[in-house]
Structure formats: C-alpha cells, structure tokens
C-alpha cells in the first residue's frame, strides 16, 4: 500500500480556516504526515501564502 498526503489543494483558507498555506503551515503538516505514515506529499505552491499558483515563468501545461 502507498499513502500520499494532500495537503491543501488549489483553495484559500476561507474554504477552512485550519487549511495550511504559509510554508511554516505545509511544513508542520507535512512532518504530521509523514508521522503518521505518508510515503509522498502533494501541495500546491502559493503566491506569498495567498492563492494557489502553478504557473512559473516558463513553464506551460501539457496540451
């Protein structure tokens, strides 16, 4: 068996106000995770702590 741990999904903490965003936040987390036995983490990166944001320059989604 194989356990990721989501940590927070393209949503703001107005969808959950215990939703972790700041780096400090994913990284208490994600040592919680793996604690409890997560093999591979999956986050989205933010813009300062606000948004999600995938996007960096230069890079592009597959067609």
């Known amino acids: 068996m194989f356990l990721k741990c989501c940590l927070n999904g393209p949503r703001s903490r ?3 106000p215990a939703l972790p965003v700041m780096p400090e936040d994913l990284a208490w987390e994600a040592r919680a995770g793996v604690a409890a036995g997560a093999q591979a983490l999956h986050l989205h990166p ?3 702590g606000r948004a999600g944001n995938c996007w960096r320059p230069g890079w592009r ?3």
């Open 14 to 16: 107005d969808s959950h």
């Open 46 to 48: 933010r813009d300062g």
């Open 61 to 63: 989604p597959r067609p």
